[in-house]
Each structure stands twice: as C-alpha cells, then as structure tokens.
C-alpha cells in the first residue's frame, strides 16, 4: 500500500520518524559517504535522506510517485515533482545514484517502476534500494537487469514510542545490530547494471509533472535551470529536525 505523502510528513516529524532517519541515514553514508560531482535521484519519498548530498552533488532530484503525492522539498527552493511511475520524465542514462524509499513497496508494478529506474540510469551508476522486506528482492532486481552488489539492514529497535526507547535508540540500536542481525526493520540493497542481454525499455506516455506546493515552471527546461542552480550549505546528517 503506497503512503499519503503528508503521513509520511507527520511520521518523519515526530521523534520515532527522527530517531529512524537517523539509523537508516548512517548505512546510507556507510554505503554513500558522498555524491560529490553526482546527479543524485531520489524516488517514493526519500527526501529525509537526500538533504546531507545537497552541498556536494552535481544536481538532487527528488521524483514523487502520483498515487502518493509530493510536498515542497526543500521549502525554500522546491527540487521535488510528481511522476507516473511508469514514464519517469528523464532521459536515459541521465542519473549517477538513484535512491529508492517508500517506493518500491508502494508500487503499482513493481517491474516497469524497476525498469524505469534502470533505463535513467548511468551503465556505471549505482541504484540503492531501502526497503521492509528482502522476499524475492534478488529476483526482482536481477530480472529487472539489475546486479546486487551489497547488501546491508538497518532499524533493529520496535516501532514503540516510548520516549526513554527513542532517547536510548542509539545505544540499542548498535546492541541489536551485533546480538541480532536477522531480526532489522529495514534492508538496504545497492544495485548496478546488468547490460547482458540488455533490451531498450520504453519510456511510455511521460507526463512531466512538476506539481509543487510552489509555483511550477513553465517548461522543462526551467526546471533544469532551477534544479542546476541550486545549493545549499553542507549538512553533518545528525540534526533532529527535518526541512520540507
């Protein structure tokens, strides 16, 4: 079942959200400590992740799946758009890193999302998928023309909201990592291209939504600009507090 964008608000705001943003975000800059020069995709809702890559990344581009909606993100300068996950609005091989949160779970078609993906995707870039269960994820990549290459879990702590749990989250999350590591919440998966027996995939009927909560350009090519041209100062991935 596929989120409404605004719960999804709601759960990152509060401080069980907080306290998973953190977990999860220190495997992903284990697995990507920079994107430095990258142009950097995020798909479903992965903008709680997206921000620490702002500063050193080539171009962000978070991409909102049309059944889940989209907030402005981030709100001082929009950088997210609504998408049919079947006709990303991309050119093919345009992105280096593609990351993939509350999207895959959430997906219509899991296939055609998963060749879309594939085909805005660098031949030597890398696509890293977070999601609650590893059933059948080898198979779906690997038939999708996608080769795992490392594999890691995250979120080991109940989802309760205790606030002496979320305060000591830290400490029992680094426990349960070495005493339990079957039993994680999350599973990270980083992928590349499989280009054996690689066969062109269609880029559909693409709708280039940019509904923002902000005023949307014009024309693509405005977006490109307003993409571009944005920056914003370096982000050391601790702070509690999340800006959409």
Not at 107 to 119: I, K, S, V
């Amino acid at each position: 079942m596929q989120l409404d964008a605004s719960d999804l608000v709601d759960f990152y705001e509060a401080p069980i959200g907080q306290l998973a943003r953190r977990m999860i975000s220190r495997r992903v800059r284990v697995l990507w400590p920079s994107a430095r020069g990258s142009c950097l995709l995020g798909y479903g809702f992965a903008v709680p992740y997206l921000r620490p890559y702002l500063a050193d990344a080539e171009r962000v581009v978070s991409l909102m799946p049309a059944q889940q909606g989209v907030v402005a993100w981030p709100a001082e300068r929009p950088l997210a758009a609504l998408c049919d996950e079947d006709a990303l609005p991309f050119a093919d091989a345009f992105f280096d890193r593609i990351l993939v949160v509350h999207g895959l779970e959430g997906a219509d078609a899991t296939r055609p999302l998963l060749r879309q993906l594939w085909r805005v995707l660098a031949p030597e870039g890398r696509l890293l998928l977070i999601v609650p269960n590893r059933t059948e994820l080898d198979r779906l990549l690997r038939g999708a023309l996608f080769e795992p290459l490392r594999w890691d879990r995250a979120l080991y702590l109940p989802p309760l909201r205790g606030r002496s749990l979320v305060r000591s989250g830290n400490t029992w999350e680094r426990i349960l990592r070495r005493t339990m590591p079957g039993l994680s919440g999350v599973h990270l998966v980083e992928a590349g291209k499989s280009l054996y027996g690689a066969t062109p995939v269609p880029v559909g009927r693409v709708k280039r939504q940019w509904s923002q909560a902000h005023q949307a350009p014009a024309t693509m090519s405005e977006a490109f600009d307003r993409i571009s041209h944005s920056r914003e100062p370096s982000y050391d991935g601790e702070s509690d507090t999340i800006l959409f």
